[in-house]
Nanobody, 122 residues
Framework: VQLQASGGGLVQAGGSLRLSCAASGRTFSRYVMGWFHQTPGKEREFVAAITWSSGVTYYADSVKGRFTISRDNAKSTVHLQMNSLEPEDTAVYYC????????????????WGQGTLVTVSS
């Protein structure tokens, strides 16, 4: 199983980025796909999640109204559209997959991508 995250970069506050996570190696139809972020010295935190089969979405309060998670079943890819970015969004973003209803819990995810760095300048 492989999750390949991409799309990170440097952007000014107020700008946008789109992260992608390409999944391969198994069928993820019963899985939840999640995005987490992590800054140095802090634990990995939940950002957003989507159920692969039905497309139900979940968001951390800090990103509601700014971020949108979506999936492309044909390409086995999950996207995270990040708008109105703030310096506080600066972090390494990880995608993850797991057969779990605990979509907010990083310990409930089975597979992880390598992370992509997002830097938001003020």
């Amino acid at each position: 199983v492989q999750l390949q995250a991409s799309g990170g970069g440097l952007v000014q506050a107020g700008g946008s980025l789109r992260l992608s996570c390409a999944a391969s190696g198994r069928t993820f139809s019963r899985y939840v796909m999640g995005w987490f972020h992590q800054t140095p010295g802090k634990e990995r935190e939940f950002v957003a999640a989507i159920t692969w089969s039905s497309g139900v979405t979940y968001y951390a309060d800090s990103v509601k109204g700014r971020f949108t998670i979506s999936r492309d079943n044909a390409k086995s890819t999950v996207h995270l559209q990040m708008n109105s970015l703030e310096p506080e969004d600066t972090a390494v973003y990880y995608c993850a997959a797991g057969p779990t209803s605990l979509w907010y819990n990083r310990n409930a995810y089975e597979f992880w991508g390598q992370g992509t760095l997002v830097t938001v300048s003020s």
